[in-house]
């Protein structure tokens, strides 16, 4: 069964800290990668992607992929209080467009001021 | 772009009685999923559209599930006789269909069951 592992957290982080969540997923022949924020209460909401090995930044966010080690990350540089969420890794298993993305349990983030 | 609607954004009901969701993706997808949210959990893949054709249907799709997208437009989500365990949130989500784009979600529709 593909699965895609998380640790559930918390994780506590002072504002203006490095926040690294981390997600491990079974299927080697995942293609893409996607990192959702998800508010308490509210739908998940697309933060980055990626799909291949390295890192891609954006702002205050970097996604990093090894796909040999079957291993995929988000840097927070400068964590807010408003980065309070959980953040949801989530898979293409597959290398054909538009298959469901197989999503881990989230990791909670808490930024303390 | 408007974004993914969904509606309603609530809906508390009775057991037994049957529910129905509408989805509205972005008009340019024509890829369509419904995924179902429980507390603590990430979304499940329920089912799958492209344009008026289900593509693909998990094992949580019971029989008393059903989806349509008739015009390849908005879907919607019907549940028959519900039952506790239905009680989650239901997100749909759309994608161009282009392979490594993301999909994006709707706000949910929160069901309760009394």
């Known amino acids: 069964q593909k699965e895609v592992e998380q640790n559930s957290g918390p994780l506590s982080v002072p504002e203006g800290a490095i926040a690294s969540l981390n997600c491990t997923y079974s299927d080697r022949g995942s293609q893409s990668f996607f990192w959702y924020r998800q508010y308490s209460g509210k739908s998940p909401e697309l933060i980055m992607f990626?799909?291949?090995?390295g890192d891609k930044e954006d702002g205050r966010f970097t996604a990093q992929l090894n796909k040999a080690s079957q291993y995929v990350s988000l840097l927070i540089r400068d964590s807010q209080p408003s980065d309070s969420a959980t953040y949801l890794c989530?898979?293409?298993?597959?290398?054909?467009?538009?298959?469901?993305?197989?999503f881990g349990k989230g990791t909670t983030l808490s930024v303390s001021s | 772009d408007t974004g993914v609607s969904q509606d309603p954004r609530h809906k508390i009901t009775k057991r037994g009685q049957n529910v129905t969701f509408r989805c509205d993706p972005i008009s340019e997808h024509n890829r369509l999923y419904w995924y179902r949210q429980t507390l603590g959990q990430g979304p499940e893949f329920l089912t799958y559209f492209q344009n008026e054709a289900q593509l693909e249907k998990s094992r949580l799709l019971s029989d008393r599930f059903s989806a349509e997208r008739p015009k390849g437009s908005f879907s919607t989500l019907e549940i028959q006789r519900t039952e506790q365990g239905d009680s989650a949130m239901y997100l749909c989500a759309s994608s161009s269909g282009r392979i490594n784009q993301p999909q994006h979600f709707g706000d949910g529709t929160r069901l309760s069951i009394l």
């Open positions: 989530a898979v293409n298993p597959s290398n054909q467009a538009g298959t469901a993305l197989i």
């Open positions: 990626i799909y291949s090995n």
